[in-house]
């Protein structure tokens, strides 16, 4: 697909310059002399700027800032812009001091930010799809890097071998296990994306929790031994009883809600008759092209679509305007 990598998260071809991550000292060196750190609260990035006005951007401090007394952990080395050096640390343990509304954050879209004392004006906490949108497209790798890294340290903090705890090396890349010697990698879960369609029509679904009348393209994740192609075919088998054939790769967006990478494919159906799985999705249909642009324009009677920033959004969107080439 030509346009790919316009999708949010498309990337920016950062410089992740993998090779300095060994080098402990040399990156010591740079967050001494002042090099950016992006505070990472609970996933949430520190935000300048307000998305109801536009024109948000990451909020960096350099090492030894206030805003960065609660971190337990060293700051994890993202890569480079233009040369700089950019890092990002965890600083969950801060409590904020207006009551967090603990249902809230988890939720689907947690509404709420959270301003630090330290950090300057206009500046707060943020849910990254509340953002993400609103980023250039090297905030938003940034960004989505250091969530889907910080979020993976967080969750094991022990060897998945022999159970001990382990600890960050590589600048925040690896954890290892200095009681087994085993080297553990940062996760990323294939998840295959479809946008299937039959003719004209164009084949959506919910799942339980989702926002009243939201609407979606089908995903699952990719199973261990299994391609992308045999993922779409029996995910949607599985989900609508639709048989589907041939099968194309169309782009991927990396989802750090928490750890997914995206891969979006296009299928043809073989089949029409819809019989939904309700144990994993409450509902599916087939929306015809005409019905699909009422949708965008927010007038359809029952549908709203896709969360804008998402690539299921990203795909319906292309394939209204014929461009999924
Ligand atoms: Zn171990």
Same mark, same amino acid.
């Given at each position: 697909?030509r346009?790919?990598?316009?999708v949010t998260f498309?990337?920016?071809?950062l410089d992740? @310059?993998?090779?300095?991550?060994?080098?402990a000292?040399?990156?010591?060196g740079?967050?001494a002399a002042? +090099?950016?750190?992006?505070p990472v609260?609970? #996933?949430k990035?520190?935000?300048?700027?307000?998305? +109801?006005e536009?024109g948000?951007?990451l909020?960096?401090?350099?090492?030894g800032?206030?805003?960065?007394?609660?971190?337990?952990e060293? *700051?994890?080395?993202?890569g480079?812009?233009?040369?700089?050096?950019i890092f990002?640390q965890?600083?969950s343990?801060?409590?904020?001091?207006?009551?967090v509304?603990?249902a809230?954050?988890?939720?689907?879209?947690d509404?709420?930010?959270?301003?630090?004392?330290?950090?300057g004006? #206009?500046t707060?906490?943020?849910e990254l799809?509340?953002?993400?949108?609103?980023? @250039?497209? &090297?905030d938003?790798?940034?960004?989505?890097?250091?969530? =889907?890294?910080l979020?993976w340290? &967080?969750?094991?903090?022990?060897?998945? /071998?022999c159970?001990?705890?382990s600890?960050i090396?590589?600048?925040?890349?690896?954890? /290892?296990c $200095?009681a087994?010697g085993a080297h553990h990698f940062?996760?990323?879960?294939p998840?295959?994306?479809?946008l299937?369609?039959r003719?004209?029509?164009?084949l959506?679904?919910r799942s *339980?929790g989702?926002?009243?009348?939201?609407?979606?393209l089908?995903? $699952?994740f990719?199973e261990p031994?299994?391609?992308?192609?045999?993922?779409?075919?029996r995910?949607?088998l599985e989900e609508? #009883?639709v048989?589907?054939g041939?099968?194309d790769?169309?782009?991927?967006?990396p989802? *750090?809600?928490?750890?997914?990478l995206?891969?979006g494919? &296009?299928g043809e159906?073989? @089949?029409?008759e819809i019989e939904?799985? *309700?144990?994993?999705i409450?509902a599916?249909?087939?929306v015809?092209?005409?019905?699909m642009l009422t949708?965008?324009?927010?007038t359809h009677?029952?549908?709203r679509p896709?969360?804008?920033?998402a690539?299921?959004h990203?795909?319906?969107?292309?394939?209204l =305007?014929?461009?999924l080439?």
């Amino acid at each position: 697909m030509r346009h790919a990598s316009g999708v949010t998260f498309g990337g920016s071809d950062l410089d992740r @310059s993998a090779a300095e991550r060994r080098d402990a000292a040399a990156l010591a060196g740079e967050l001494a002399a002042g +090099a950016g750190i992006l505070p990472v609260w609970r #996933g949430k990035p520190l935000v300048a700027g307000d998305p +109801a006005e536009g024109g948000c951007r990451l909020a960096l401090v350099p090492a030894g800032h206030g805003v960065l007394t609660a971190a337990e952990e060293e *700051p994890l080395f993202l890569g480079r812009i233009e040369g700089a050096a950019i890092f990002a640390q965890d600083i969950s343990g801060w409590e904020p001091q207006e009551p967090v509304d603990e249902a809230q954050i988890g939720a689907f879209l947690d509404p709420t930010v959270q301003r630090h004392p330290e950090a300057g004006d #206009g500046t707060a906490f943020r849910e990254l799809r509340a953002v993400m949108t609103q980023l @250039s497209a &090297r905030d938003a790798e940034l960004a989505a890097t250091a969530r =889907a890294l910080l979020n993976w340290h &967080r969750s094991h903090g022990f060897c998945a /071998r022999c159970g001990a705890a382990s600890e960050i090396a590589e600048a925040g890349w690896q954890r /290892r296990c $200095g009681a087994c010697g085993a080297h553990h990698f940062p996760r990323t879960d294939p998840v295959v994306i479809m946008l299937i369609t039959r003719g004209e029509r164009v084949l959506l679904g919910r799942s *339980p929790g989702w926002p009243e009348g939201m609407f979606s393209l089908l995903a $699952g994740f990719v199973e261990p031994g299994e391609t992308i192609e045999a993922a779409v075919r029996r995910e949607v088998l599985e989900e609508t #009883g639709v048989r589907v054939g041939a099968v194309d790769y169309l782009a991927a967006q990396p989802w *750090p809600f928490p750890a997914s990478l995206m891969m979006g494919c &296009r299928g043809e159906a073989v @089949s029409d008759e819809i019989e939904i799985d *309700p144990e994993e999705i409450e509902a599916a249909r087939w929306v015809s092209r005409s019905e699909m642009l009422t949708v965008f324009a927010g007038t359809h009677p029952e549908i709203r679509p896709a969360r804008r920033g998402a690539i299921a959004h990203f795909l319906l969107e292309a394939w209204l =305007a014929d461009r999924l080439d």
